[in-house]
């Protein structure tokens, strides 16, 4: 009798195990997912996440903005410095791995922390740029100058976020990244020529001029030689995320 039960217990327990696991849906694993306020500086974007576990996802995202503008150019540089400039165009591309560590109900739902790595690089055109050199008689004279180089940098950081599902078969995804930073090292060669032949005095005023742009997070040293300039970029490479993704789910 006791061996009858025992085995009915089991076979009702079984069976009611059966049916709950029928009852609940797989977890989606996926997401792809672009930034939508990138686009405001022409960041063409894309991300694909996927959950590991339940607190565990990896997201890889890629980004490239078409040569253009510098988007608000006019915040780190000043305006007379900014006329100097007036046909530089850049184009830049990025690369991130970012893991996150998900509090709450997760599979990518909920609360999150995220450190990450970033590959970014920055490559000009061949752009115009003048100084005035005050000449031994008085007079200033404009030499004008063409440019062109690029610009790399490897960082690490962290962001916080918080990621929603709007829908109610959970397909369509909002990210919200609230605060992210990084800070690296970069690398990067820019020349400068001129047609005109500069003299040591025109070429230590040339290296002054370039010295006083001051760009800020940007450490460079000035090289001037008889054709003109080289601008070698080694030093910090820091940057800030921040924004809104829409994604899908599947």
């Not at 890889?60 to 007036?86: C, S, V």
């Not at 970069?186 to 006083?212: H, V, W």
Request: overall charge positive.
């Amino acid at each position: 009798m006791k061996k009858a039960a025992f085995i009915i217990l089991c076979s009702l327990f079984l069976k009611t195990a059966a049916q709950e696991n029928q009852n609940i849906s797989p977890e989606k694993m996926n997401i792809i997912k672009t930034n939508i306020t990138a686009y405001a500086f022409r960041n063409i974007n894309l991300s694909y996440e996927r959950a590991i576990n339940q607190w565990f996802s990896l997201n890889i995202g890629f980004g490239t903005m078409p040569e253009g503008k510098i988007p608000f150019i006019n915040a780190f540089l000043k305006d007379e410095d900014e006329k100097r400039f007036q046909n530089l165009r850049v184009k830049a591309t990025n690369f991130t791995i970012e893991p996150r560590f998900y509090v709450g109900k997760g599979y990518g739902k909920g609360f999150y922390l995220a450190p990450y790595y970033r590959y970014s690089d920055v490559i000009s055109n061949t752009f115009d740029f003048y100084y005035d050199y005050n000449g031994p008689d008085g007079i200033a004279y404009q030499i004008p100058l063409r440019g062109q180089g690029s610009a790399n940098g490897n960082s690490g950081g962290l962001m916080a976020g918080v990621q929603f599902f709007l829908t109610r078969n959970q397909n369509l995804v909002l990210d919200f990244w609230i605060a992210g930073a990084h800070y690296g090292s970069g690398k990067g060669d820019f020349t400068m020529t001129s047609d005109y032949l500069l003299t040591p005095d025109m070429q230590a005023q040339l290296k002054k001029e370039i010295e006083k742009l001051d760009i800020p997070f940007v450490k460079y040293t000035v090289e001037t030689n008889s054709n003109g300039a080289r601008i070698k970029v080694d030093g910090p490479w820091a940057g800030f995320r921040s924004g809104l993704s829409l994604g899908y789910r599947f």
